[in-house]
């Protein structure tokens, strides 16, 4: 049998395990750095395998390593991530493994990411003997909000680690596709608010006010030409103001106005220059019209950037897993979501791809985050494949 057939009798043997695991943990979600049931399964299991378990690492995250039998001094040393964390999304699925957990979900398919890469060790640890480098295996807590992968990052996860790769599942991309990409591939997110102070009033004598409520709306038009005006056609960007409050009465002219938003970026040079162009012409328009603005920005997600060579190892895994016709390089596969991914991503060179998981036949088309999110469970194995694969040739 040849090592590519004997890697793929090995994943039809875990098929099983590995949708039973998905299935658990879809069961049993957690919500961001509560993740104290997945996360002890994963330490147990890894501990079963052999490996060198660190747990605790950004409160609920857990690392574990395998030493390869091969090793010679200076061998390299490859990390692969999941992360494990549900959303605070209610299910509608009616499916015999729905969550049990009123208002919770993973609604996003970090429960597969999870079995997956324990799938994923399972088969590297048979191959320890042979392995001539290490792989890490890191599951990160709080991929959806407060971000686990930064915390992992400053606590030493990627101390002695040479390159970083990992999958994303999605539901809106074809069941059996891979998309692999060099550069950017998700966006850079960062949230902002901006506070207008006018003076407030009579609704009927506005030349007595400053009104602050008419300096938002010229802001909010003004911060759109940041992208149509001040960007390039090559270079997406998104500025999205999502939420905008002020006033009390329809006759009454008040102090402020409030307004955040969202800024996606794919470069970092781009990211800094939207977000000082941001804060320039939300002032510049307040104190042109006898108000002013303060500008606060939460630093959010880094872009998550794919180092070339990588991308290749990572590639040809694809193409060898699912052949040349279901492999994506376009930039149909980039998405103006985030995912701290990056943080990983800015500490080693690696490469994130995603794994199709949308088959309308099994109710696999609803969009992440949906109360009725799926994901066809066939591509648990795709994403295996693919990750054992990469890692494998990278140790070669
Ligand atoms: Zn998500
Ligand atoms: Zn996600």
């Known amino acids: 049998m040849s090592e590519s057939d004997r890697l793929k009798s090995d994943i039809d043997e875990l098929v099983p395990d590995l949708v039973a695991m998905r299935r658990d943990l879809h069961q049993h979600p957690e919500l961001a750095f509560e993740e104290v049931r997945t996360s002890g399964?994963?330490?147990?299991?890894?501990?079963?395998?052999g490996l060198e378990v660190q747990t605790g690492i950004a409160k609920t995250g857990v690392v574990g390593l395998l030493r390869g039998g091969a090793s010679k001094p200076g061998a390299k040393t490859i990390a692969i991530r999941a992360d494990m964390d549900a959303l605070p999304v209610h299910e509608l699925n009616e499916i015999d493994y729905?969550?049990?957990i009123d208002g919770k979900m993973h609604a996003c398919g970090h429960d597969g990411h999870t079995s997956i890469l324990l799938a994923v060790a399972n088969i590297l640890s048979?191959?320890?003997a042979e392995l001539s480098g290490s792989v890490k295996f890191v599951f990160?807590?709080?991929?959806?909000?407060?971000g686990g992968a930064a915390p992992m990052v400053e606590e030493g996860a990627m101390q002695d680690v040479d390159a970083i790769i990992g999958l994303h599942l999605i539901s809106?991309?074809?069941f059996g596709r891979i998309g692999v990409r060099t550069g950017a591939v998700f966006a850079s997110a960062d949230r902002f608010m901006l506070t207008v102070k006018g003076k407030g009033g009579h609704a009927a004598m506005p030349e007595a006010s400053v009104d602050p409520i008419v300096i938002s709306a010229y802001i909010v038009t003004a911060l759109q030409t940041l992208i149509s005006r001040e960007t390039s056609p090559f270079s997406p960007a998104v500025i999205t103001i999502g939420k905008i409050q002020a006033g009390t009465a329809f006759n009454i002219i008040p102090e402020t106005a409030e307004m955040q938003g969202t800024l996606r970026a794919f470069s970092a040079e781009h990211r800094e220059k939207l977000t000082r162009r941001i804060g320039e012409v939300a002032t510049g328009i307040a104190t042109s019209m006898g108000g002013s603005c303060h500008q606060e920005m939460i630093n959010g997600c880094p872009v998550c950037v794919n180092d070339p060579g990588l991308t290749e190892i990572v590639r040809e895994a694809a193409l060898a897993s699912v052949g040349e016709k279901k492999v994506d390089d376009s930039e149909a596969i980039m998405s103006t979501g985030s995912d701290d991914m990056a943080c990983f991503l800015e500490a080693v060179p690696g490469c994130y791809f995603i794994?199709?998981?949308?088959?309308?036949?099994?109710?696999a088309n609803?969009?992440?985050?949906?109360?009725?999110?799926n994901i066809d469970e066939d591509a648990l194995p795709i994403g295996v494949e693919v990750l054992a694969r990469a890692a494998l040739d990278y140790l070669k």
Do not use: C, M, W
């Open 41 to 49: 399964i994963v330490a147990q299991r890894l501990r079963t395998l």
């Open 98 to 100: 729905r969550s049990t």
């Open 126 to 128: 048979k191959r320890r």
């Open 140 to 146: 990160q807590p709080a991929e959806e909000s407060i």
């Open 172 to 174: 809106d991309y074809p």
């Open 355 to 363: 794994v199709g998981t949308k088959n309308e036949g099994k109710g």
């Open 366 to 373: 609803y969009p992440h985050h949906h109360p009725r999110f």
